[in-house]
Nanobody, 124 residues
């Protein structure tokens, strides 16, 4: 699987963005998909993950109720809908794929397939 993230940009606080991550290859529906982010000077952190069939999702506490992860296996794409953005959400967002469960997928350790990252900047 190869991943291509897009959809980042500049948005005012309180605004919304939708990130997309398009996957190539035939195995998309067999992997758990996740989003991570990395702010300047900080470590990469977990944002959200979704199971192979899209039934199970998990979120970081900092984004619960504001972000939604969903996937379309027919289009080999996973999305991250981000609402009520605030400046603390400013970061490069990365999508990633793993064969692990959604619980295991919450750890940044163990991923070997990453997208290239897309920058989200939230102005105050």
């Amino acid at each position: 699987v190869q991943l291509q993230a897009s959809g980042g940009g500049l948005v005012q606080a309180g605004g919304s963005l939708r990130l997309s991550c398009a996957a190539s290859g035939r195995t998309f529906s067999s992997v758990t998909m996740s989003w991570f982010r990395q702010a300047p000077g900080k470590e990469r952190e977990f944002v959200a993950t979704i199971s192979r069939g899209g039934v199970t999702t998990r979120y970081a506490d900092s984004v619960k109720g504001r972000f939604t992860i969903f996937r379309d296996n027919a289009k080999n794409t996973v999305y991250l809908q981000m609402n009520s953005l605030n400046p603390e959400d400013t970061a490069v967002y990365y999508c990633a794929a793993t064969p692990r469960t959604t619980v295991q997928a919450m750890s940044v350790i163990g991923y070997d397939i990453w997208g290239q990252g897309t920058l989200v900047t939230v102005s105050s």
